[in-house]
């Protein structure tokens, strides 16, 4: 079969492979249908993400139909319609013992797409515990956003959301910027959002939930939403890892930051600040507390449109047409301006539907 190799810094193309098999009782062998392209996956090929093992295959959003089965198995078979959770947890280590399996001690070596061969590929080895059944009127392509979601979902479980009626915002209209504001919505928080790219903002126009505004700069918001430039706002979600400083500093009272970038930056932010205005500052990654499947539950009754966010499906042969949409040019190896109007992008594996 053919997978995607991640080499080294701007060193990525597809090979031909073994196919793979059941090993342990609750391995499955899933055929792959699609598989999104994720900021974590242009992070590994640009370096700005250097955690990815070499001769790693990457992907991890990703959908297909089961083709093997383990011994030991006995909640799927050969046919069924999955979608697949690349968080791997253990159950028994420090981490998973005290609340934090995204933080699995086992995580080296079982992260898809990281240290464990992900789904840019032809197949993937899963296990039982980590696949759900899709019903028949959910796509591959729509389910393939539940890992996206669960992280989201993750990331709004953080927040503790308690009032409806406060000041909140979201930076940056890419596909994670887009998940959060609609899952902000069904939480009853109507945020604004704030993109500079021209390109985001002609896809984001169109497809942000009601009374839900989008500008290209926060000082505008600020002033359109409230009169003022330095007017403070109660909650922001950063997914730019751009504008740490410029939120810290328009928190109102109890107000709280949620990063969500991978993003090498630092920030100097005063420390008095955080205790004397109760201010928060909190970081989000994974899958957590069931969010998988309540992220696979939202899509299978329309709650989060996630059909609206994909932009571009691509055929596996095209990958570097499809990371280029994303602005990352394998070819030339080095990051450019997006070009198109663009969410999240898909790469079709196969024809599996």
Same mark, same amino acid.
């Given at each position: 079969?053919?997978?995607?190799?991640?080499?080294?810094?701007?060193?990525?193309?597809?090979?031909?492979?073994?196919?793979?098999?059941?090993?342990?009782?609750?391995?499955?062998?899933? $055929?792959?249908?699609?598989?999104?392209?994720?900021?974590?996956?242009?992070?590994?090929?640009?370096?700005?993400?250097?955690?990815?093992? *070499?001769?790693?295959?990457?992907?991890?959003?990703?959908?297909?139909?089961?083709?093997?089965?383990?011994?030991?198995?006995?909640?799927?078979?050969?046919?069924? &319609?999955?979608?697949?959770?690349?968080?791997?947890?253990?159950?028994?280590?420090?981490?998973?013992?005290?609340?934090?399996?995204?933080?699995?001690?086992?995580?080296?070596?079982? %992260?898809?797409?990281? =240290?464990?061969?992900?789904?840019?590929?032809?197949?993937?080895?899963?296990? %039982?515990?980590?696949?759900? &059944?899709?019903?028949?009127?959910?796509?591959?392509?729509?389910?393939?956003?539940?890992?996206?979601?669960?992280?989201?979902?993750?990331?709004?479980?953080?927040?503790?959301?308690?009032?409806?009626?406060?000041?909140?915002?979201?930076?940056?209209?890419?596909?994670?910027?887009?998940?959060?504001?609609?899952?902000?919505?069904?939480?009853?928080?109507?945020?604004?959002?704030?993109?500079?790219?021209?390109?985001?903002?002609?896809?984001? &126009?169109?497809?942000? *939930?009601? %009374?839900? *505004?989008?500008?290209?700069?926060?000082?505008?918001?600020?002033?359109?939403?409230?009169?003022?430039?330095?007017?403070?706002?109660?909650?922001?979600? $950063?997914?730019?890892?751009?504008?740490?400083?410029?939120?810290?500093?328009?928190?109102?009272?109890?107000?709280?930051?949620?990063?969500?970038?991978?993003?090498?930056?630092?920030?100097?932010?005063?420390?008095?600040?955080?205790?004397?205005?109760?201010?928060?500052?909190?970081?989000?990654?994974?899958?957590?507390?069931?969010?998988?499947?309540?992220?696979?539950?939202?899509?299978?009754?329309?709650?989060?449109?996630?059909? &609206?966010?994909?932009?571009?499906?691509?055929?596996?042969?095209?990958?570097?047409?499809?990371?280029?949409?994303?602005?990352?040019?394998?070819? =030339?190896?080095?990051?450019?301006?997006?070009?198109? *109007?663009?969410?999240?992008?898909?790469?079709?594996?196969?024809?599996?539907?």
């Amino acid at each position: 079969m053919l997978a995607l190799k991640y080499h080294q810094t701007w060193d990525v193309e597809i090979q031909q492979v073994e196919t793979l098999s059941c090993i342990e009782p609750d391995d499955v062998v899933v $055929d792959i249908a699609v598989c999104g392209i994720c900021g974590t996956d242009v992070g590994i090929i640009t370096g700005a993400y250097p955690v990815a093992v *070499p001769g790693t295959t990457l992907g991890h959003e990703t959908t297909g139909v089961v083709s093997q089965v383990g011994s030991g198995m006995t909640q799927f078979q050969v046919g069924d &319609r999955v979608v697949v959770n690349p968080t791997y947890f253990c159950g028994h280590c420090r981490m998973c013992q005290t609340g934090s399996p995204n933080h699995c001690e086992r995580k080296l070596g079982t %992260e898809a797409g990281v =240290s464990y061969d992900g789904a840019f590929a032809g197949q993937y080895l899963a296990k %039982e515990n980590l696949l759900i &059944r899709l019903d028949d009127h959910v796509s591959m392509e729509e389910a393939s956003l539940t890992e996206p979601l669960s992280c989201t979902l993750t990331g709004v479980d953080k927040l503790g959301i308690t009032h409806t009626n406060i000041r909140a915002a979201v930076a940056g209209a890419g596909p994670m910027g887009m998940l959060y504001i609609w899952a902000l919505y069904e939480r009853g928080v109507k945020a604004f959002m704030v993109e500079k790219n021209e390109n985001r903002i002609q896809f984001a &126009r169109n497809n942000l *939930p009601p %009374e839900c *505004p989008l500008y290209s700069d926060f000082d505008e918001a600020l002033i359109q939403e409230y009169g003022n430039p330095s007017a403070r706002i109660d909650l922001c979600v $950063d997914t730019t890892g751009q504008l740490t400083e410029y939120i810290f500093d328009h928190l109102a009272p109890g107000g709280k930051l949620l990063n969500v970038a991978l993003k090498d930056k630092h920030a100097n932010l005063d420390i008095m600040k955080i205790a004397d205005k109760s201010l928060s500052v909190i970081g989000s990654i994974d899958s957590l507390n069931n969010s998988f499947e309540r992220a696979y539950a939202m899509i299978r009754d329309g709650v989060i449109p996630v059909k &609206r966010f994909i932009s571009q499906i691509f055929d596996f042969k095209d990958y570097q047409q499809a990371f280029l949409t994303v602005g990352c040019d394998i070819a =030339s190896k080095t990051q450019v301006p997006l070009t198109t *109007p663009n969410c999240k992008v898909l790469i079709r594996i196969s024809d599996l539907k």
